[in-house]
């Protein structure tokens, strides 16, 4: 029956409790226009024969999931990115140099056609110091008349080019079996400090907003600065600080303290820094300055928590600077531009006058006992039978969509997969997300609705 089929489907899904590890992260680097983004979406192309989506997940992203021959990682593309004419020789290496901060395997993309120029000689460079395994590829082969120069790229010292077409597709499959030879199982960066050891946190917000007054209000003297797991960078990049007599391991925390004043594309590294801080994370706190208005680039970072499907907590810092005016229109100004995080715990602190620090610690484990909850099968569905019961989806051409059954694939965050007999509509799968959230809570934690149809 319909429903037997559904199950089995279900049975292989529950193997993707395996969510709850970090997965291993490929980064793409290399100039301008040699065919990333291309090769991104030739390598993403592949998921997407999958049946199944994701409400509300169209915006601009670094990061993306990808699978090949079952097994998943995540993609860091930095093609998507636009950058200004001016200086880029200096920015193609420092861009890449953080994305490869992050990866476990680094992809890097040359255009065979053009050979290697001196923007890819540093990028070279860069990466022999790292130690990352890479992969060149030699790009734009779109047919057996370019191998000779993809052959001319063994001189840069990087091993053997793979000769590939992102636009055709030639030679991907072959690249994508040695990406998935050389990755771990499990992210060596993001797993460092997993396993029962402290729980992580990445401070984010925009220039200025207060971060490092708050790491030092919260460190006082108790830090500890550990060094770099992964040896790339010397400088310190995680601090172990105590809250609440257990320690709490601050990610990424190098990006902080060291005040880089980038004038050109500073957007854009801070979206990167922000990016690779998530990637180790399991709850961010993003800082907001409160006596000022909120700023795109406060919406941007939020949203980029939930991409990323961390754990979220609000802080509203300079809570000192306030008056009675200004609170008004702050409140106002959360209704209006923050409506998509509801459920995001909120504390209104001074990180300079130390008002209200104490509410981070309640906050930050509500958010990760969210992202951690699981609700057991029969509960779920019970829940589901009664929703649908009482609001059912709306008769579309004659056919009404019923919802088969459902179960929790996976936590960290939460998700969800609804099998039903029609495609949701996105209001309705809207409504079910909505109405998840008040019987189950979830306070601090994106949650994800997936939904399978069964034609
Ligand atoms: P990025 O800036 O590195 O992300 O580069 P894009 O992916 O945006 O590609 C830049 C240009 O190169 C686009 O016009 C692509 O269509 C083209 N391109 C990418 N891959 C190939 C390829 O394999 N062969 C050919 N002929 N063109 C390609
Ligand atoms: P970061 O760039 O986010 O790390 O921000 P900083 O911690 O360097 O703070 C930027 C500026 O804001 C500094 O001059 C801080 O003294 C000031 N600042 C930080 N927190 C507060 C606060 O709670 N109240 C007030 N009035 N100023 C603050």
Redo the contacts with the bound molecule.
């Keep these: 029956t319909e429903e037997d089929r559904a199950l089995l489907d279900i049975e292989g899904f529950q193997d993707e409790q395996r969510t709850e590890v970090v997965l291993p992260v490929v980064a793409i680097v290399g100039r301008p226009n040699v065919g990333k983004s291309t090769l991104v979406n030739r390598i993403l192309r592949r998921r997407e024969a999958v049946v199944e989506d994701v409400p509300g997940v169209t915006r601009d992203r670094v990061a993306y999931e990808a699978e090949w021959s079952g097994r998943r990682f995540t993609i860091i593309d930095t093609g998507g990115w636009s950058i200004d004419a001016t200086g880029i020789h200096l920015r193609v290496a420092e861009q890449a140099e953080i994305a490869v901060e992050m990866a476990d395997v680094v992809l890097f993309v040359v255009d065979a056609k053009v050979g290697a120029t001196d923007d890819d000689e540093a990028v070279v460079r860069m990466l022999r110091r790292a130690g990352k395994p890479v992969i060149l590829c030699a790009n734009k082969v779109d047919d057996d008349r370019f191998e000779a120069d993809a052959m001319a790229l063994w001189n840069l010292g990087l091993g053997e080019p793979f000769a590939i077409s992102a636009l055709h597709g030639r030679g991907s499959g072959d690249l994508l079996d040695k990406i998935l030879e050389l990755l771990p199982e499990e992210s060596h960066v993001a797993a460092a400090g997993q396993e029962g050891g402290p729980r992580r946190v990445a401070l984010l917000?925009r220039?200025?907003?207060?971060?490092?007054?708050?790491l030092n209000k919260l460190a006082g003297q108790e830090r500890v600065v550990v060094d770099d797991l992964a040896g790339t960078t010397r400088d310190p990049v995680d601090e172990l600080v105590e809250l609440g007599g257990k320690p709490w391991r601050f990610v990424d925390t190098a990006g902080?303290r060291r005040?880089v004043h980038q004038t050109q594309g500073a957007d854009f590294y801070a979206s990167l820094r922000t990016q690779a801080a998530l990637e180790k994370a399991e709850v961010a706190v993003v800082?907001i300055d409160a006596?000022t208005a909120i700023t795109e680039q406060d919406i941007r970072i939020v949203q980029q928590v939930i991409d990323a499907g961390r754990a979220l907590v609000i802080v509203y810092?300079?809570?000192?600077?306030m008056d009675e005016e200004r609170r008004y229109y702050l409140e106002r100004e959360i209704e209006r531009e923050l409506v998509q995080v509801p459920w995001a715990p909120r504390a209104n602190?001074?990180?300079?006058?130390g008002r209200h620090t104490d509410k981070l610690l309640p906050a930050l484990e509500t958010a990760l006992d969210s992202w951690d909850q699981r609700i057991p099968t029969a509960r779920l569905n019970a829940f589901l039978g009664e929703v649908v019961a009482a609001h059912p989806h709306p008769v579309r051409g004659g056919k009404q969509p019923r919802i088969l059954f459902g179960t929790q694939g996976g936590t960290r965050p939460p998700r969800f997969v609804l099998f039903a007999s029609g495609f949701l509509e996105a209001g309705y799968r809207r409504f079910l997300e909505r109405r998840l959230r008040e019987e189950f809570g979830f306070e601090g934690s994106p949650i994800e609705v997936s939904v399978r149809v069964r034609e």
Excluded: E, Q
């Excluded at 220039?207 to 708050?214: A, D, F």
């Excluded at 810092?317 to 600077?321: A, V």
């Design positions: 917000g220039p200025n907003v207060g971060k490092s007054s708050l902080i005040r800082l006596g810092n300079k809570w000192d600077t602190i001074s990180a300079r006058t």
